[in-house]
């Protein structure tokens, strides 16, 4: 769908995709999970959650803050003041990723990517033609993107880690040029023969709808649709021959109670901005 066919689509919308995004990851998130969050709609998909239907969910960002609510809209970094001046513990990086997350102790880690792949691996590192390795050699990219940050250490660590993405063709490739984040590698059981503390990508949630990884093969499938998408639009802005699960579905609106803790915690009304 382009840009302005998309924008006219929100438009008869009582919510934004973002928002629609937003709410489908919080909704994964459960009463009581060690939560880790990344900057910026991941932050949001986690403060949602705590807002909305899981209020015991023990909170923190990469940066250490732990324990906070929001004050004032949403957070512009990990140790913003919007976040840090009522936190339980303000603590740093090496605290959070480096003891909880990479020690198996966190339940559930929020990221983001510029590319993923089928099998989960995002590359938030540079755009290439071709691989950004070529036998042992890294290869500058064409353009560089922001890095990992702490995205690496929770895809490696968390019990479970939920992928942010804007649903595009050109972000969804059947191999990555660089795992910046690991997924499941090359598929099947390559985690475990690798030797990763946390389970892997449990969803990658979308603009347009939510995928799950095979149980066997670790290829993610088409499970979830949102009313304004379908599957034929998921699987055309999709760079693999997308899988569609039996039992595909379509998710359900946000409710009142969720759009408006959601837009409680997105004080400033970033996701509604076109």
Same mark, same amino acid.
């Given at each position: 769908m382009s840009t302005d066919l998309a924008q006219a689509a929100d438009a008869d919308l009582p +919510?934004?995709?973002?928002?629609?995004?937003?709410?489908?990851?919080?909704?994964?998130?459960?009463?009581? =999970?060690? @939560?880790?969050f990344g900057v910026g709609l991941s932050m949001l998909a986690g403060y949602f959650a705590q807002a909305c239907h899981a209020p015991n969910i023990r909170t923190m960002t990469e940066g250490?803050? +732990?324990?906070? !609510?929001?004050?004032? #809209?949403?957070?512009?970094?990990?140790?913003?003041?919007r976040i840090s001046s009522n936190a339980t513990s303000f603590t740093n990086a090496l605290d959070? /990723?480096?003891? /909880?997350?990479? *020690?198996?102790?966190?339940?559930?880690g929020i990221i983001g990517a510029a590319q993923v792949d089928k099998f989960g691996n995002v590359n938030t590192t540079g755009i290439w033609d071709g691989d950004g390795i070529? #036998?042992? *050699? +890294?290869?500058?990219?064409? !353009?560089? /993107?922001?890095?990992?940050?702490?995205?690496? =250490?929770? @895809?490696?660590?968390? #019990?479970r880690v939920i992928i942010m993405v804007t649903h595009e063709a050109k972000r969804f490739a059947d191999k990555v040029s660089y795992i910046s984040s690991p997924g499941y590698l090359d598929g099947g059981d390559a985690r475990a023969r690798h030797g990763f503390i946390g389970g892997g990508p449990s969803a990658i949630v979308t603009t347009l709808g939510i995928m799950r990884p095979d149980p066997e093969t670790k290829e993610f499938f088409l499970d979830a649709w949102y009313p304004f998408s379908s599957v034929e639009e998921i699987r055309a802005s999709t760079g693999w021959d997308l899988k569609v699960s039996p039992d595909a579905h379509v998710v359900p609106e946000p409710t009142a109670k969720e759009l408006a803790a959601l837009r409680r915690v997105d004080e400033t009304g970033m996701l509604r901005k076109k």
């Open positions: +919510y934004t995709r973002q928002e629609m995004m937003a709410i489908a990851t919080g909704r994964e998130l459960h009463d009581g =999970d060690l @939560a880790i250490g803050v +732990y324990g906070a !609510t929001p004050v004032g #809209g949403l957070p512009w970094g990990i140790e913003c003041n959070a /990723l480096g003891f /909880l997350v990479a *020690s198996g102790r966190c339940d559930v070529i #036998g042992d *050699s +890294y290869r500058l990219p064409k !353009t560089r /993107l922001t890095g990992a940050g702490g995205a690496n =250490d929770i @895809a490696c660590g968390a #019990g």
